[in-house]
C-alpha cells in the first residue's frame, strides 16, 4: 500500500498540538502554570486585605479570579503560537514537498526529500484518528502524518492493520478531537 502526501504547516502543527494534549508531563505543566499564577494572585488578594489596603485586595482577588477563567484560553493561543513557531523555524524545509509512504508487512518505507528510511511495523506503538488526519506514533516517540485528504480510502486505518499485520498496535478514533 503506497501513499503520496504533501504536508502543510497546519499538519505539522496539528501534529503537535494533539502530541500535547495527549502528553501527561504537558498537560501537568499546563495546570501547574494556571494554577501557580491564579494561586499568586489570590494568595496576594489575601495578604493585602489583612494590610487594610481594601483596593489593591479587590484589585488581586479580581485578576485572580479572571485568570482562572481565561488564563487556559491564552495559554491555548500561546501553545498554538509557540508550536506554529517551531514548525516554521524547523520544518519549513520539508513543507510543501511531497513525501511517500510505502505500507508492507514488515517495514513501513518513507521517502522525502531528507532521504530514505525504513521503521520496522513492530516499532509502531499506535494508530490515532481525529477528523481530519491520522498519526501513526512510533515506539520512540515519533510519528507520521497522514491528512485525510491524501487517503482515497475511509477505511485507510484497516488497510493498514490488514497490511502490516501487527495485532499488538493500540487504533484510537477521536473525531471530535479540537485543540484546548
Known sequence: MTIT??????DYLTYLLYSASKSKRAQGTRRK???TISGLLLVMGAAMLTSNDGFYSYYFFAAGLMSLVFYPLLQRYSYKKNYRK???DKMAYKIG???ILKF?????????ITGESRINTSEVA????????YFIRL???????????SVATPTFVDDVMSVM????????????WKWK
Open 104 to 112: 508492507g508487512t514488515e517495514y513501513i518505507e518513507t521517502k522525502d
Open 86 to 88: 517551531f514548525v516554521r
Open 5 to 10: 502526501i504533501v504536508l502543510t504547516e497546519e
Open 97 to 99: 514537498k511531497e513525501s
Open 33 to 35: 502554570a494556571w494554577l
Open 139 to 149: 515506539k520512540s516517540g515519533d510519528g507520521l502524518v497522514v491528512p485525510k485528504t
Open 165 to 176: 499485520q501487527n495485532p499488538d498496535i493500540l487504533v484510537t478514533h477521536e473525531p471530535n
Open 126 to 133: 499506535e494508530i490515532n484518528e481525529i477528523a481530519s488526519h
